[in-house]
């Protein structure tokens, strides 16, 4: 059975910085796209960034510019840097992967990310 796991959420202050991590349990085929979501209280969960196997990133307008999206050596793990975070950016974070071979997108369980004023 194929788990995507979040580590890294937290609390935090405004202007500070958290890395979050995403690895997979499982088989599973490369993932061609991995992302990161968020979720607020009473919220939509929304795009936070995404990256493709061949490299290609995409950040929503409130990432750009403080968060970076990467991917790492080990098959289907990723990471988010986020700097210069504000309690704006209080959410439950999930990664993402989707491969299309498998024709399947899995979910991790989240990170709480708590960022205090």
């Known amino acids: 059975q194929v788990q995507l796991v979040e580590s890294g959420g937290g609390l935090v202050q405004a202007g500070g910085s958290l890395r979050l991590s995403c690895g997979t349990s499982?088989?599973?085929?490369?993932?061609?796209?991995m992302a990161w979501y968020r979720q607020a209280p009473g919220k939509q969960r929304e795009l936070v960034a995404t990256?493709?196997?061949?490299?290609?990133?995409n950040y929503s307008d409130s990432a750009k510019g403080r968060f970076t999206i990467s991917r790492g050596n080990a098959k289907n793990t990723v990471y988010l840097q986020m700097n210069s975070l504000s309690p704006e950016d209080t959410a439950v974070y999930y990664c993402?992967?989707?491969?299309?071979?498998?024709?399947?997108?899995?979910w991790g369980q989240g990170t709480q990310v708590t960022v205090s004023s």
């Open positions: 993402y992967g989707y491969s299309v071979n498998d024709r399947r997108a899995y």
């Open positions: 990256i493709t196997s061949g490299g290609i990133l």
């Open positions: 499982g088989s599973t085929s490369n993932f061609n796209v």
